[in-house]
């Protein structure tokens, strides 16, 4: 799998958007890249995932560049049950070893 | 759906005894993962199964870890002889297809005195 780089925190004030970034400048063409969150003492929690196309859920939207080489993960308001780990990975769907590096650890500010 | 139902929630054991831990995927998930997480080295993924069968154990630590599969709503991770190095949260995960997201249990907090 491609590997990612993510920065290793980040602050956020209650309320605003959250915007984590994540580079990943080797990925291949069939590749995914996907996000997960862990919030302390709880197991990983799935949160989006996309090839190409920018994709939006309930709980975020994730905006990939053109180029593919990196993406962004954005809470739009977030809140302090926000506070997580969060972990961008890439990987070919055919390929089921997903490994997770050491992710962005956010903080929400009241 | 209850999720991934991961049992003990705790284990606390003595150094050389026998740990078995448990799972159960979400049912018609086909694809099961075992995860072991420490504060050294994070989230590493131990072994994964397509449809009951072993695909990649290379991330097996060593022979006294072992995991079966024997149907698709169980699968146990084993380790004989535990040593206080194994001490860690292990985590179970399943997912139906491929490039859907993985469903993560609450995990198995392991402490090997």
């Known amino acids: 799998d491609a590997k990612t780089t993510q920065p290793p925190s980040m602050d956020c004030a209650e309320g605003r958007a959250a915007n984590l970034p994540c580079n990943h400048s080797?990925?291949?063409?069939?590749?995914?890249v996907y996000w997960y969150r862990q919030i302390h003492s709880q197991g990983p929690q799935y949160i989006i995932h996309?090839?190409?196309n920018n994709e939006t859920n309930e709980m975020a939207s994730l905006i990939i560049t053109e180029d593919r080489k990196s993406s962004t993960l954005i809470l739009p308001h977030a809140t302090l049950r926000d506070t997580a780990v969060y972990y961008c990975?890439?990987?070919?769907?055919?390929?089921?070893?997903?490994?997770f590096g050491a992710g962005t650890r956010l903080t929400v500010k009241p | 759906d209850a999720g991934v139902i991961q049992s003990p929630r705790h284990e606390v054991t003595e150094m050389g005894q026998e740990v078995t831990l448990r799972c159960k995927p979400i049912?018609?998930?086909?694809?099961l993962f075992w995860y072991r997480q420490t504060m050294m080295r994070g989230l590493e993924l131990l072994i994964y199964?397509?449809?009951?069968?072993?695909?990649?154990d290379s991330g097996m630590p060593e022979d006294r870890f072992s995991a079966k599969m024997p149907n698709a709503s169980f699968s146990t991770l084993k380790i004989q002889p535990s040593e206080p190095r194994d001490s860690a949260v292990y985590f179970c995960?399943?997912?139906?297809?491929?490039?859907?997201?993985?469903?993560f249990g609450s995990g198995t907090r392991l402490t090997v005195v």
């Open positions: 995960a399943s997912t139906q297809r491929g490039f859907d997201g993985y469903t």
């Open positions: 199964f397509n449809n009951n069968v072993p695909i990649d």
């Open positions: 080797t990925i291949s063409g069939n590749e995914y």
């Open positions: 049912s018609g998930h086909n694809s």
């Open positions: 996309g090839l190409k």
């Open positions: 990975i890439v990987r070919a769907s055919n390929n089921n070893d997903m490994r």
